[in-house]
């Protein structure tokens, strides 16, 4: 008996609902009402009171019933959108504690700041970049309890910058992105002007460090003043919400400074074919891993840039697909099981474009941290030549004194981009390395 009544009910709600969609051709336009509390799952019901204001802090209502999408969204599975999150906690962990040993590695806990070139300041602001952008997005070690609530603080609400949290972890990943973007095209651009021995003063090195982290904090900041920062559909943390934000303060300057990175590229390539054969083998020797690293990166961010591109210019054929879907979950309200959402973004393309920024961290470990400069850096430092160790290991400080001694009487000084700057002794086989040029200084 109970079991009839159960399926009269389910009957007479579905024919309620067929009623009114097929009376009402758009019915997400025109304003029609559900029964009230009534949201088929995985939909949630909002009773709200405000519904502006419930828009404004991150409710996305489905056209004008009281039913808000799900966070995070509907255009990934749970099991994939965990995925995502389980890869940004595990690569990111590496990276992170990659990033932070090559960062005190060059740091003058370890470096000594008298060997400090532009290239050294420019590799650990590329450093410091991707640490600080990739620790606070995604799950990291620190907030594997919270789940989704990171950034889904209640059901069906998506974080916004009102939300502090929210508001910290956007900036600082706003900063570092743009930070590792301007200061890896610095790189590839000083990595020609070291190959062509051309000259810059301190003064103007000061200038431009000073004039990248003024533009840094500009697109950092400038997003705040129109609440901009919050988590949205297709991301991993907060970010910038609106597309001509993203555009205006992100993606432009991310496509000029790949444009700067492949003009540098080439210049660099021409001027290594018009050498000698000589010297085109020390060039390579000296500068491959430098350049290897930044085509790498190139590559990323062209990815990132053209996935972007692409997912944006899809973005009303994946809203249709979501309405789709929830006008079936409103049809089958008795058993929504049977809709299945349509293809929206890639799983694995989204994957991959989140998994570039966390490589990125575990590449320049490879070209920078397992290098014979990385160890020389480390054996020529207070670590390994202070009392203690010299006791302990006798060996190890009497070697590191030898070779002290042989680089001041050589004259030979630790090199650009994590290489030795040994060379030959023939002076027109000689390559400058990056560095502050103090003879040239204002």
């Not at 609902?17 to 009230?36: A, C, D, R, W």
């Not at 806990?109 to 990739?134: C, E, Q, W």
């Not at 059901?155 to 009102?162: E, L, M, V």
Request: glycine fraction near 6%; charged fraction near 15%; charge should be positive.
């Amino acid at each position: 008996m109970i079991s009839h009544i159960i399926k009269f009910l389910n009957l007479y709600t579905i024919s309620f609902l067929l009623y009114i969609l097929h009376s009402n051709e758009n019915f997400f336009v025109k304003g029609q009402t559900l029964p009230p509390g009534f949201c088929p799952s995985p939909l949630i019901y909002r009773n709200t009171t405000d519904r502006q204001h419930d828009i404004d802090i991150g409710f996305q209502f489905l056209g004008q019933t009281d039913c808000v999408q799900p966070c995070p969204s509907l255009i990934l599975t749970e099991n994939e959108w965990n995925r995502v999150f389980d890869m940004s906690l595990v690569a990111g962990s590496i990276s992170m504690f990659a990033l932070i040993f090559l960062i005190i590695t060059y740091s003058p806990l370890v470096n000594n700041i008298k060997d400090y070139t532009r290239h050294t300041i420019g590799i650990l602001f590329l450093f410091s970049g991707i640490l600080i952008a990739m620790t606070t997005d995604g799950r990291q070690l620190w907030d594997i309890d919270l789940g989704f609530k990171k950034y889904c603080p209640e059901p069906g609400r998506y974080a916004r910058q009102t939300d502090s949290k929210c508001l910290v972890t956007a900036i600082f990943f706003q900063f570092g992105c743009v930070t590792a973007l301007l200061w890896w095209a610095a790189i590839s651009v000083d990595l020609w002007i070291t190959i062509r021995k051309i000259k810059i003063s301190r003064i103007q090195f000061i200038i431009y460090t000073i004039a990248v982290n003024i533009v840094t904090i500009i697109l950092t900041f400038g997003p705040i003043a129109s609440k901009q920062y919050g988590y949205i559909d297709a991301a991993i943390g907060c970010w910038l919400i609106d597309l001509e934000y993203q555009v205006g303060y992100f993606w432009a300057p991310v496509g000029f400074c790949l444009c700067v990175g492949c003009v540098s590229i080439v210049l660099i390539l021409r001027e290594i074919y018009k050498v000698s054969d000589a010297v085109k083998k020390k060039l390579l020797a000296k500068h491959l891993k430098p350049l290897m690293l930044i085509i790498l990166m190139l590559s990323e961010f062209i990815y990132m840039f053209i996935f972007y591109s692409y997912t944006t210019s899809k973005k009303t054929q994946y809203h249709d697909i979501i309405e789709e879907y929830v006008l079936c979950l409103f049809i089958h309200a008795a058993n929504p099981s049977v809709c299945k959402i349509g293809s929206t973004i890639s799983p694995s393309a989204h994957f991959l474009f989140h998994l570039c920024i966390r490589l990125m961290g575990l590449e320049v470990l490879i070209f920078y941290g397992f290098t014979r400069q990385t160890r020389k850096i480390w054996m020529r430092s207070f670590w390994f030549n202070n009392s203690f160790i010299k006791r302990i290991l006798p060996n190890i400080s009497s070697s590191n004194d030898s070779k002290s001694s042989n680089n001041k009487t050589s004259g030979r000084g630790t090199g650009g981009f994590g290489e030795s700057s040994e060379q030959s002794n023939e002076p027109e086989q000689s390559i400058e390395l990056s560095g502050v040029d103090s003879k040239h200084d204002a």
